[in-house]
């Protein structure tokens, strides 16, 4: 049976590039993001859970973001989550709200940032390149066991590579709207 299965090759593409927007979704930029606290867990009930299990998160103004926890006995678990989650924040309690307002971030700050965004780019692209890399194998095993011909076999190639060129191109758009929105917010 062939080895090669360009939807499966498509899909794990598709995969690296959605983990790349959500790696960049968590970078912060001037303005408040919800999705800023989702790497944030909390020590609840004596075990860790992410934040959006213990609470609500909303940004209410530009520069705010407010955490509504359920439970009140949780408010100063959650305060602690969000400091140790070195995020820059400095969660202030309001009852049973935690009121998180962004700093200005700067220059240098923001710099680091764009950077991070660019990093987090290219290990999406190494993750494209080692899923072309195990196609390209994959065709030229299929071709070893008489399974496809040479021909059918450099197709597959040039399906490859279009499908790399095509998420590659898709991650390095990413990260550029990424850096344009940290280096001018």
Known sequence: MAKYDKADIE????????????????LRTGR???SLL????????????PLNQVATVS??????????????????????GIAK????????IDGQNVRLPMPDLTEERRKELAKLAGNYSEQ???AIRN?????MEALKDDEKKKEISEDDRKRGEDEVQKLTDKYVAECDVAAAQKEKE????
């Open 11 to 26: 899909r794990r593409m598709k995969g690296a590039v959605e983990s790349l927007k959500g790696d960049l979704a968590g």
């Open 32 to 34: 408040a993001n919800t």
């Open 38 to 49: 989702d790497p944030v867990v909390v020590e609840v009930y004596g075990s860790m859970m």
């Open 59 to 80: 940004a209410p103004e530009p520069r705010m973001l407010s955490v509504q926890v359920w439970d009140k006995a949780n408010v100063t678990a959650v305060e602690k």
């Open 85 to 92: 989650a070195n995020l820059g924040l400095n969660p202030m």
């Open 124 to 126: 999406a692209k190494i």
């Open 131 to 135: 899923v072309r890399r195990d196609g």
């Open 182 to 185: 940290i280096l001018t917010q």
